[in-house]
């Protein structure tokens, strides 16, 4: 079992580079490695320009930090690590990057992520259910990724501070694979920049859209095909539940027929006209 070293803890057993507040401009440090057994513990500070790539420390505890320019890339995250991002108050990520980190097995918690890349990170099943992100860029296979616009499931009721949205804007997808990826509960898809490739689909005025296109498809004729259309309409509701605007794979790999899946598809573009 990890102790706490007798010594002092605080952004100093990082070496010099966490500091807090004045931010006045500082040239990029690497992290000092810290002996066995030591705890890291931060505490409302600012770390700029912190390279993690270089970290070494056995436990890491903070609070209401914020990072500014710092190096995450090709980082392999573990629960080490996961403090970053499930502390409250909340940690923030300003202008730092992620390209190349495997972020597959720790959670997204309430971390803010701001102007940040993640450029081929591994995020694969990250569900963002408290997290935020605005004016970041994606690039590469995301996997199977869930990205909320409103503080959902338990951790909502711990999210500190308080809010009612989570902020999710001028995110840049464009470079970015999205076949396994949703935008769920309020994302404003209008504010993002999504890729254009005709095996996606994106459109507005969803509720409206999948009630019309429900009384449509009722009217088919062919049984073997209505039945999962229908079952793909009430899985599409529930899947984008509370969305205006919706994007996603025209035909995915799994699930129903290609055949049953594009026909759907072409519904809900045709009952209210196609509109990006």
């Known amino acids: 079992m990890s102790q ?7 952004p100093d057993d990082l070496g010099p580079a966490p500091q807090t507040e004045p931010e006045s401009a500082r040239e990029p440090q690497s992290v000092v490695e810290t002996p066995p057994d030591r705890i890291v513990s931060i505490n409302r500070a600012t770390l700029r320009g912190v390279d993690f790539r270089k970290a070494r420390f056995d436990k890491f505890e903070l609070a209401g930090c ?8 090709a980082v392999r995250f573990d629960k080490r ?9 909340q940690s923030i990520f300003r202008d730092c990057r992620f390209d190349g980190a495997d972020l597959r097995h720790v959670r997204s918690g309430q971390a803010r992520f701001e102007r940040c890349t993640f450029d081929d990170a591994a995020i694969d099943g ?5 997290a ?7 690039a590469g296979a995301l996997g199977t990724v869930v990205f909320y616009g409103k503080p959902t ?11 009612k949205h989570n ?12 076949d396994h990826v949703t935008f769920t509960n309020g994302v404003d898809l209008t504010t993002q920049r999504l890729p254009t490739s005709e095996r996606y689909v994106l459109l507005d005025r969803f509720p409206q859209r999948l009630a019309r296109a429900q009384v449509e498809v009722l009217r088919w004729e062919v049984q073997e ?17 509370d969305q205006r605007q919706i994007f996603a794979s025209r035909v995915a790999a799994t699930g129903h027929s290609a055949r049953v899946q594009t026909r759907v598809w072409s519904v809900l573009e045709r009952v209210l006209g196609y509109a990006p």
């Open 4 to 10: 706490r070293d007798s010594g002092p803890s605080g």
């Open 225 to 241: 095909e209505r039945v999962p259309a229908l079952a793909f309409l009430r899985e599409l509701a529930m899947r984008f539940k």
């Open 66 to 73: 914020l990072f500014v320019a710092c190096d995450f890339r």
């Open 167 to 178: 902020a999710f804007e001028g995110n840049d997808f464009r470079d970015a694979d999205l």
């Open 132 to 138: 935020e992100f605005v004016g970041c860029r994606f």
């Open 153 to 163: 499931g338990t951790s909502a009721r711990r999210v500190e501070p308080l809010r």
């Open 126 to 130: 990250w569900r963002t259910e408290v």
């Open 81 to 89: 690590l996961q403090p970053l991002f499930l502390a409250a108050p």
